[in-house]
T-cell receptor, first 109, second 113 residues
Framework: QQPVQSPQAVILREGEDAVINCSSSKALYSVHWYRQKHGEAPVFLMILLKGGEQKGHEKISASFNEKKQQSSLYLTASQLSYSGTYFCGTEGGGNDMRFGAGTRLTVKP | GAGVSQSPRYKVAKRGQDVALRCDPISGHVSLFWYQQALGQGPEFLTYFQNEAQLDKSGLPSDRFFAERPEGSVSTLKIQRTQQEDSAVYLC???????????FGNGTRLTVT
């Protein structure tokens, strides 16, 4: 079962913040976040394991609420380099990694 | 190698031809995944290997699709009698173990004419 991401697309000005949401209909053990730029491979951003932790990576952080089977990715003070498509990947504990349809983020000067 | 390597980078096949796509994972990575990515979509799961064992092939769209990883390292995805709907980017990813980050290759863009 694929996770559902929202929004599908977002346009920001440099310095603005954004939140990308990911939800699943099944119990989750972990959530992964990846960013893919046009014509390139997805690149790992962070992984959140069952336990509701929040992790950070530069000005990008994420939370995981396993009771609600949801995760959110927070991008603060966005930079031009943040542009790309963000995917969440979810695992139920059996190496059953499934990806959402993606959120296309465009950061403009 | 430094990363996951896929070949060929591009493949054009005439409808009905067979194709073979190769993936060289990062050395020592136990898990290997194949995904199909259509334009503007997320990666769709095809199959998963743990070492040489194919533990999940539920995402393979038809019996024309076949994957193997005989020695637990290099993997090959084979598509027989290609159809136009098979046109997509095929991504391979490997990880050290369960619940660790996936490292993706640059993919093979398959175009069926």
């Amino acid at each position: 079962q694929q996770p559902v991401q929202s929004p599908q697309a977002v346009i920001l000005r440099e310095g603005e913040d954004a939140v990308i949401n990911c939800s699943s209909s099944k119990a989750l053990y972990s959530v992964h976040w990846y960013r893919q730029k046009h014509g390139e491979a997805p690149v790992f951003l962070m992984i959140l394991l069952k336990g509701g932790e929040q992790k950070g990576h530069e000005k990008i952080s994420a939370s995981f609420n396993e009771k609600k089977q949801q995760s959110s990715l927070y991008l603060t003070a966005s930079q031009l380099s943040y542009s790309g498509t963000y995917f969440c990947g979810t695992e139920g504990g059996g190496n059953d990694m499934r990806f959402g349809a993606g959120t296309r983020l465009t950061v403009k000067p | 190698g430094a990363g996951v390597s896929q070949s060929p980078r591009y493949k054009v096949a005439k409808r009905g031809q067979d194709v073979a796509l190769r993936c060289d994972p990062i050395s020592g990575h136990v898990s290997l995944f194949w995904y199909q990515q259509a334009l503007g979509q997320g990666p769709e799961f095809l199959t998963y290997f743990q070492n040489e064992a194919q533990l999940d092939k539920s995402g393979l769209p038809s019996d024309r699709f076949f994957a193997e990883r005989p020695e637990g390292s290099v993997s090959t995805l084979k598509i027989q009698r290609t159809q136009q709907e098979d046109s997509a980017v095929y991504l391979c990813a490997s990880s050290f173990q369960a619940n660790s980050p996936l490292h993706f290759g640059n993919g093979t863009r398959l175009t069926v004419t």
